[in-house]
């Protein structure tokens, strides 16, 4: 992994160029990096705040072996990777609020997106963004958000290399999606209860359709997020967002 990695000053989007360099044929495991994204782009069509040399605005492309609803597992293996490579750094315990934002002390400081391309019942090709808040001071994140996102350094109080801890990441994440490729989804599925946020705690989850109380009970052999309403019902749920306190 990262044996083909371009790094470049500015893009619209790491997402959107590893796009085009899946679309030209380049192989699993070319990686973009760049220092600043014009358009760096978050889940649900939201924007990625990605200012120049603050954070690893990164994007992987995967060839996968997999069917496409097993996509979402990448996103979960991907998260707890990060979980990892930061636990390991520093005395900082992260948390993975599913299915993808990274938290330290309740706050956002990361999040990844997994673009799928599939046709029929197969994956041509998946991008995995990975964006993390690493060098920002209190004064760069903007005050509206300041109660919700920060960054490593801001939870840390230490001066985190990005080159080093790109490397890191790309070595874990090598490690861990070998392993997924050949025993399967469990041992991820372990790690990501072990940083898994607010698993039995009661929350609010929306989806497109509707939102609701539940406890949150864990995740599903295939990733999927399991929760219980009031009533005892459980639900399995492949996209949703979750609150608290609202
Ligand atoms: C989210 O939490 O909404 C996901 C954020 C993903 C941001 C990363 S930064 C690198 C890659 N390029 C993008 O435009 N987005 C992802």
């Given amino acids: 992994l990262g044996h083909n990695l371009q790094h470049f000053k500015e893009v619209t989007s790491t997402q959107e160029v590893v796009h085009q360099l899946a679309k030209q044929g380049k192989p699993h495991g070319t990686v973009v ?9 978050g889940r649900m069509s939201r924007n990625w705040d990605s200012p120049k040399g603050k954070g690893i605005w990164m994007s992987i492309l995967l060839r996968p072996e997999l069917l496409p609803y097993q996509a979402p597992q990448l996103t979960l293996l991907a998260a707890t990777v990060l979980a990892e490579v930061i636990a390991e750094q520093s005395s900082i315990m992260p948390q993975i ?9 309740h706050k956002k400081v990361s999040g990844i997106l997994t673009e799928m391309q599939a046709e029929q019942d197969q994956i041509q090709y998946v991008v995995l963004g990975i964006g993390i808040n690493v ?27 990005i080159q080093d801890t790109i490397q890191r990441i790309l070595q874990q994440f090598e490690r861990t999606y070998d392993q997924f490729m050949t025993d ?18 009661e929350v ?4 497109m359709k509707k939102s609701w109380q539940a406890r949150l009970v864990g995740i599903e052999p295939d990733g999927a997020l399991l929760a219980r309403d009031e009533k005892g019902k459980e639900e399995k749920l492949y996209s949703a967002e979750i609150h608290w306190g609202e």
């Fill in 135 to 161: 060098n920002q001071t209190e004064s760069d994140i903007p005050e509206e958000l300041q109660h919700k996102a920060s960054s490593l350094q801001v939870e840390s109080q230490q001066h985190w290399s």
């Fill in 97 to 105: 609020k599913w299915p993808n934002d990274l938290l330290i002390n």
């Fill in 33 to 41: 990096i760049a220092d600043k994204q014009v358009q760096g782009k």
């Fill in 204 to 207: 609010t989850i929306s989806t």
């Fill in 184 to 201: 399967g989804f469990k041992a991820v599925k372990l790690k990501w209860e072990q940083f898994g946020y607010r698993i039995g705690e």
